[in-house]
Structure formats: structure tokens, C-alpha cells
């Protein structure tokens, strides 16, 4: 059976980002760096990785793999294979159109073959109109290779009467709806699009004469690239030797960016809408603390999602922080497939509580989401075998109750646990001695919007918080999912 490297303490009870986009122009070797860029962009997708390169003489070379980036392209041998001065990368957890074990074929970069060249497609987030629109072009005649709904581009790409491959790109994503971010290249550009919404992230950088396009700025540091700007809703940026070109081929509606990024999935060390990921981070804690105040004597995180946001509500309430859970940073390959009997051990594998420091202690627990429960009530009951007197949780995020369309895997909507039960109901079911969620406008406080959330326009996606889609979730819809009415 194939090892499925884990990113995560509690893999099964978190949202996952599903993927992250790399490419690089005008630098020797490229593919090199868009492995160190995809190993710094790891936390966005474990399961697979991709990277297409182009040189004149060999032409376009690509390689896919399962794993972990480090365990696949470190390999001389295979980067000998994948010359040249351009080159993009992606890592994937899996697509909406392939759910649970990926297929070689699902993995990116994917490729097309047009009369004017080749082009290589990387994709970040997920298309609502998919099942649509590949209905549709099966109709016409277009034949799949994959399950991944962004093959879909490639397709209408082919059918676009357009002379070169930016427009004809342009002309594709005009057919698409939902979140994108885009990472291109032909033999001779890298191309960066992201939809009208920007629900994705996507950044330039610059390292001497070359440009990088990356879903995060923590990839720009690991190359040592200069960060420039963020790609703008709707923008494509096309760049070649002579430099980048801006259009803006999708109405700028104004960003619905993806307020979870700031959360949890993007790494605290990148830059988000020209703030720090951990600085929001933290402010989320002093905002709970302010919101959610309880009498306790200690603060501590569960590693490492919730570390600053316990350090922000540490702060801001004087409680004093600790490390009460320690996680062993080396659980991994050798327990993937467990025996049923370690399989039982569950949580215990991953962390530990600091017994010296918990016992007889009441303890705030910070933990970024709650999303089915299970891995919530397991701490807790950690905590109360170690001998705290009463455990309390503060959670960096409103209650998750809405599934994510735009490129985050979420479990349906009735095993989400904020989907059944208030808040209070939460807080007995989980038998945690209180339970307080930061609220909508507390976390868009702390993500710089000092008004809190304009409710007649929100400046963020929060749709699995709100209820509310910025993009309708055609195929969704189709399929019966029920959208939140006014009422609720
Ligand atoms: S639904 Fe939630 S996770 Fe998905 S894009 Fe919107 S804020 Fe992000």
C-alpha cells in the first residue's frame, strides 16, 4: 500500500488546503527552485507533487510523484531530467474531482498540446462549475485523462479560437466559475492568473533577473527571491525575458479573499494582504481574550496551529503561557498504517501533555477550529488524566458550519459539528468546562479590518463560517446541497 506522509497532528478533524503553486522564469536550472518552493509550500498538499520544466533541445519534461517533495525531487537523477530556464510546480492533497487515493494521472502540472505550443497548467483551488462544464465538453468531444475538474481548462482552452496562449487561457477561464489561482507556462512565459474574487493567494517575487509566481511568500524566502506584490483579483500577469506584463482580463469586484488562509492554512511566516500571517495569528488571540475572558492559570496551545493565538490571548488576558501538549514532530511514515492496537492510541501518538505543568491547573486550550470534534474531546480528556481541574477551549475561528467549494477539503455539512449544535451544545457534548469561538467581526478585526466585517459587502470569503457563497457552488447545487437562507 502507498505511505500517505501526514501533515498534520489530527489529519482526519481539520480542514485541508488542497494545493500550492510554484513556477519560476529566467533562472538557470529552474526546476531546482520550484522544488525548494514546493517544499516550502508542503503544508498546502502532502499527497502528491508535480514539477513541468522547458529547454530548448529537449522540449517540455515533466515528473510526478506521491509523497512528500523532499523524499522525490531532492534526487539528482530526477532533476537531471527536467532542464531549463523555466519551470512550475505543484503539491497537491487531492482535487474535488478525486476525493481519497489520487491517481499518477490526477497529479499536476497538467499539459496541452495547442497549435501554437505546448502549455503546462498548475491549479490552485476548485472550479463550481465543473461537472458542468466537463459534461459538456465530453458532448463536444474532448476526452479526459483525469478526475481533476482543472483539466477542464486545458479542454477549453483547446476549443478557444484565440492566436496565443494567454488569451486563449483568458477565454477558457471566462467559462469558469469558482476560486483560482493559476500558475502557466509556455516554452517561453509564465503566466499568474487569479479569479475576479481572489480567493486564493498568489504572489510575485523577484530574484535577480528571474520571477517567481508562488501561493505564499514563505516560498519567496526559501529561494531567497524578493516578495513584490500579490497578484490582484482578476489580474493575469504574463512574463517573459522583457519583463512582467499586467491585464486585468476579470472584472475586479473586489476580493473575497479567503479569511481561513489567515487561520490556518497559510504558513505563519507569509505575508497576506500586507500583514503577517503569525501578527494576525496572535491578534486573534487578544481579540478572543478580550471577547471570551475565563478565570484559569495557564494558557497553552494545541500544537502548533493554535501556538499564536495562545500566545495573543496569553498576553492579552495575563494568564500565563505554557507549552502543556507537546507534539512529537517525528510521528510519520513508521505508523501510517498502523496495527489496530497503536491505531487505538489515536491523539497519544502525536502528542503528549506536560504532566508536571498541568496538574492541578486550570487550563485554556487554544486551538485554531473545531471541525468534526473528535480530536477536541480527546485532548480534553489528555488534560484531565494529567490532573488539570478544568479545561477550557478558545478557538481562533467561528464555528465551522458551512462546507468550503473553492479549493479546501471539508467533510459534508452533517458531520460537521457546528452544523448540529450551538455553541453551548458544543460545550456539553465535548464536556470541556466552556467553549467560546471568536466571532466573525473579532476575526476580521484581527486580520486588519478595523471595522470588523461589512456585512452588505464582506471584505473576506467566510463562507464556512456565514453560510454566505460568494460564488453560488453551481455543481453543488445541482447535486441538492441547500444554501443558507435569509432566515437562518
Ligand atoms: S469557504 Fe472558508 S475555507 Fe473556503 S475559501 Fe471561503 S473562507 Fe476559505
Not at 475572558?293 to 492579552?316: F, K, M, N, Q
Not at 505543568?357 to 487550563?363: A, E
Amino acid at each position: 500500500m502507498r505511505e500517505m506522509p501526514l501533515s498534520h497532528p489530527f489529519d482526519d478533524d481539520k480542514l485541508k488546503e488542497e494545493c500550492g503553486v510554484f513556477g519560476v522564469i529566467g533562472m538557470a536550472e529552474a526546476a531546482n527552485f520550484v522544488a525548494l518552493g514546493l517544499h516550502a509550500l508542503q503544508h498546502r498538499g502532502q499527497e502528491a507533487g508535480g514539477i513541468v520544466a522547458h529547454d530548448f533541445g529537449p522540449g517540455f519534461t515533466s515528473a510526478r510523484r506521491f509523497g512528500y517533495v523532499r523524499d522525490n525531487f531532492t534526487k539528482a537523477s530526477l532533476m537531471e531530467t527536467l532542464p531549463g530556464p523555466i519551470s512550475i510546480g505543484h503539491v497537491r492533497y487531492s482535487t474535488a474531482g478525486s476525493k481519497g487515493a489520487t491517481q499518477i494521472r490526477d497529479v499536476q502540472p497538467f499539459f496541452g498540446e495547442f497549435s501554437m505550443g505546448g502549455a503546462a497548467i498548475a491549479h490552485n483551488g476548485n472550479i463550481t462549475n465543473a461537472i458542468a462544464l466537463r459534461r459538456e465538453l465530453i458532448d463536444r468531444g474532448s476526452i479526459f485523462q483525469s478526475s481533476s475538474d482543472s483539466e477542464c481548462i486545458i479542454h477549453l482552452m483547446a476549443r478557444s479560437l484565440q492566436q496565443n496562449i494567454p488569451d486563449r487561457m483568458k477565454d477558457a477561464l471566462r467559462r469558469v466559475e469558482g476560486a483560482f489561482s493559476i500558475v502557466a507556462m509556455t516554452r517561453t512565459k509564465l503566466i499568474g492568473v487569479r479569479d475576479r474574487l481572489g480567493v486564493r493567494p498568489l504572489v510575485l517575487g523577484q530574484l535577480g533577473d528571474g520571477w517567481v509566481l508562488s501561493s505564499e511568500t514563505c516560498a519567496l524566502d526559501i529561494i531567497g527571491a524578493e516578495f513584490i506584490r500579490e497578484i490582484a483579483p482578476g489580474e493575469m500577469v504574463v512574463i517573459t525575458e522583457n519583463g512582467v506584463e499586467s491585464s486585468q482580463p476579470f472584472e475586479n469586484v473586489g476580493s473575497r479573499f479567503c479569511i481561513f488562509e489567515h487561520v490556518y492554512f497559510s504558513r505563519p511566516d507569509s505575508i497576506l494582504g500586507g500583514q503577517s500571517v503569525y501578527e494576525t495569528r496572535r491578534q486573534i488571540g487578544v481579540e478572543l481574550a478580550r471577547e471570551a475572558p475565563v478565570e484559569a492559570d495557564l494558557v497553552c496551545p494545541v500544537p502548533d496551529s493554535g501556538t499564536p493565538a495562545a500566545i495573543g490571548y496569553s498576553h492579552e488576558s495575563g494568564i500565563p503561557y505554557a507549552m502543556g501538549i507537546i507534539r512529537n514532530q517525528y510521528v510519520g511514515r513508521t505508523f501510517i498504517e498502523p496495527t489496530e492496537q497503536i491505531r487505538s492510541l489515536g491523539v497519544r501518538l502525536k502528542l503528549n501533555v506536560n504532566r508536571a505543568l498541568i496538574k492541578g491547573k486550570r487550563v485554556v486550550l487554544v486551538d485554531d477550529s473545531i471541525v468534526r470534534g473528535t480530536t477536541t474531546t480527546k485532548i480534553k480528556q489528555m488534560i484531565l488524566d494529567a490532573g488539570a481541574t478544568s479545561v477550557h477551549f478558545r478557538i481562533a475561528s467561528p464555528p465551522t458550519a458551512w462546507p468550503c467549494f473553492y479549493g479546501v477539503d471539508t467533510p459534508k455539512r452533517e458531520n460537521l459539528l457546528a452544523a448540529k449544535m450551538s455553541e453551548d451544545e458544543m460545550c456539553e457534548h465535548l464536556g470541556v468546562d466552556s467553549l467560546k469561538f471568536i466571532s466573525l467581526d473579532g476575526l476580521y478585526r484581527a486580520a486588519g479590518q478595523a471595522q470588523g466585517r461589512n456585512n452588505a459587502k464582506p471584505q473576506y470569503c467566510d463562507a464556512c463560517f456565514s453560510g454566505q457563497y460568494p460564488v453560488a457552488p453551481a455543481d453543488m447545487l445541482e447535486n441538492g446541497f441547500e444554501i443558507k437562507t435569509a432566515a437562518e
